[in-house]
């Protein structure tokens, strides 16, 4: 954890402020600030507010800060503070419209070029965010009672609040959108589905008519004619081509392969377990040079090489014993793995070998096929006869006229099925087009149901009774424990404080001498003893999330009501926190022992007395 201690506070003409006021922020456990009404006591927290973070709690404007009734035209402020052993120091200054802030950690600058990079830095080294910031150094007793006097469902909005678990509730109503528009989209595809299936159910497609088979032309025949005709023209052409095919004949018989011989089976894993093998000793090889690179990093040694004191390296020797029993294990592993893998390369290898030869084979077998697809098969062996040549020129032209005349009646009839058909397939299509619209439609809504289902899960594991209930329980509880605490002090164990959280309320439960009782019961002084050890306990948990612990603390008008020994006690309470500088503003309070620091107003200028 962070120690922030706030120091020297210097202020120029800002709010009811005139020149040169300093404060030290670190100088006593408890300081009063004494002045009138008016004078400027509350807003030296909002000042310092505005230096560190640019804003403050009440939301006054940069252009309001001035104190108009001096002389001045310009404010300025400037606060030291140390983080840990760090020294660092922000000063801002704003003329009309223009405003400057300069942030240093000794003599190094750590300005940034636009002021809210700057602002976002100092909150950076600070390590919190203006919210915690000022609930940790500023409390006022009007705000807490709100909280004790609020309703229970608002009392349980302020811890959540206070605790940062807006967030999830965030989560929570982004998840609420999610899941309408999901539904908006489900009832957007339901209301599809019942127009899908209200076609379904009236379409009407009649029969389709059957088409008679058009008897086709024998190709082949115009083949053989054409082929006839050609032969006729050039029969030395022919009969070259005779010999060519002759040829092409023998090329084709010489050829020998094996159509039994089939392709060489493999383990369908084989090269997936063979990737995922080689990829496992890798990885196993890098993860074994990493653990010896660990185990030479580990420093066993039992005494401190600067100081010589003895040294607990328990932790070191076992992580030590760790890494050399992983080592074994993953050198065992690598050997396992590497045997696997031999036996898988030689499958492999084998496999190769086969496919070879089936390859080989098959390059035969695709020689042979090329070769027969090349032969003419109409072509004779022999040279043709001319005058028989003829002879089967005329016989073929017959054969394809008494094919065509009884093709083209055949055809007349067809187009009149054809235009019936049409109209047939196209309904027909559409059916088709719904029935697959109709199945993904159904897969979507069975999809977006159960992606409402999912989704309505998380939206109530990140509502007020899921993640958000489970964590203020916990926080709540602890609150509870440190509220008694002081609490216990406060009232020399006459009080005790129980936080009932049920749903979405938040209820306090006041034990008085062991009885339960009511917190409209108990006097004004009572009531501020409880009010004042929440305010207490409140902040020691926020200092405590927020990883940081801070130094400040203003107590705004919190002694009101507490008789003079509710104060001493107050006081005696104060005096045993640690590291913590209380400044208590009271108008009504002074205690003769605590360190006093005074305000003075006149002509609306307000002066630092010290």
Not at 153 to 158: D, S, V
Not at 328 to 346: C, I
Not at 573 to 599: C, G, Y
């Amino acid at each position: 954890m962070a120690k922030i201690t706030l120091k020297d506070l210097t202020i120029n003409n800002m709010f009811s402020y005139g020149e040169d006021n300093t404060l030290d922020l670190n100088s006593s456990d408890i300081t009063q600030l004494t002045a009138s009404n008016g004078s400027g006591k509350s807003t030296i927290a909002l000042i310092i507010q505005e230096i560190l973070f640019g804003k403050n709690i009440k939301g006054i404007k940069k252009g309001d800060i001035l104190n108009r009734y001096g002389n001045g035209k310009a404010w300025s402020g400037s606060l030291s503070f140390n983080v840990d052993e760090e020294p660092y120091v922000v000063s801002v200054s704003r003329s009309g419209n223009s405003g400057k802030v300069n942030f240093c950690n000794g003599t190094t600058d750590l300005t940034e070029h636009k002021v809210l990079d700057t602002y976002k830095k100092i909150a950076e080294v600070l390590g919190m965010d203006f919210e915690i910031f000022s609930q940790l150094t500023y409390q006022s007793s009007t705000d807490l009672l709100d909280f004790i006097k609020a309703t229970d469902t608002n009392r349980k909005k302020f811890l959540i609040n206070l605790f940062g678990l807006e967030k999830y509730i965030a989560i929570g109503d982004t998840l609420k959108l999610k899941i309408s528009e999901v539904e908006k989209e489900l009832n957007k595809l339901d209301g599809e589905l019942n127009g899908i299936n209200r076609f379904l159910e009236e379409a009407s497609i009649g029969d389709k008519k059957e088409l008679k088979e058009v008897p086709i032309i024998n190709e082949a025949i115009r083949e053989e004619l054409g082929l006839i005709q050609t032969e006729l023209k050039q029969y030395v052409d022919q009969c070259k081509r005779i010999d060519k095919n002759n040829l092409v004949l023998s090329e084709r018989d010489a050829l020998k392969f094996d159509m039994s011989l089939k392709s060489p089976e493999v383990n369908p894993t084989l090269f997936e377990e063979l990737e995922t093998l080689q990829n496992d000793v890798s990885k196993t090889k890098n993860h074994i040079d990493n653990v010896n690179k660990q185990l030479k990093a580990i420093d066993t040694a039992d005494s401190c090489y600067a100081c010589g004191q003895p040294i607990d390296n328990s932790h070191a020797m076992q992580m030590k014993a760790n890494l050399e029993e992983d080592l074994f294990s993953s050198t065992k592993t690598l050997n396992r793995l590497s045997d696997e893998l031999k036996v898988l390369v030689e499958e492999k290898n084998k496999f190769a070998d086969e496919t070879h030869i089936y390859n080989e084979n098959q390059k035969s077998i695709e020689k042979f096929e090329q070769l027969s697809q090349i032969i003419d098969t109409s072509l004779p062996n022999e040279y043709p006869d001319y005058e028989k040549l003829e002879r089967k020129e005329k016989s073929l032209k017959t054969q394809i006229r008494e094919q065509e005349d009884a093709r083209h009646e055949i055809v007349e009839h067809n187009e009149q099925v054809k235009i019936h058909n049409t109209k047939v397939d196209t309904l027909t299509e559409q059916k088709a087009q719904f029935l697959n619209r109709q199945e993904e439609v159904t897969s979507d809504i069975i999809s977006l149901k159960s992606k409402v289902q999912n989704l309505t899960i998380l939206r109530k594991a990140f509502s007020t009774t899921g993640i958000v209930a489970f964590k203020l329980e916990n926080l709540t509880k602890e609150l509870e424990e440190t509220i008694n605490h002081y609490l216990s002090e406060f009232s020399d164990g006459q009080f005790q404080l129980i936080f009932r959280l049920t749903g979405e309320k938040l209820n306090i439960v006041i034990f008085n001498h062991g009885k339960e009782t009511t917190i409209e019961s108990v006097s004004g002084g009572e009531f501020s003893r409880i009010q004042t050890s929440i305010l207490l306990s409140i902040r020691k948990l926020l200092s405590r999330l927020g990883g940081s612990h801070i130094n400040l603390l203003f107590l705004d008008e919190v002694t009101g009501v507490l008789d003079e020994a509710g104060k001493e006690r107050l006081v005696e309470i104060l005096q045993q926190e640690n590291d913590l500088n209380v400044f208590l503003i009271s108008h009504d309070f002074t205690h003769p022992l605590i360190e006093k620091v005074s305000i003075t107003k006149q002509n609306n200028i307000s002066k630092i007395e010290g």
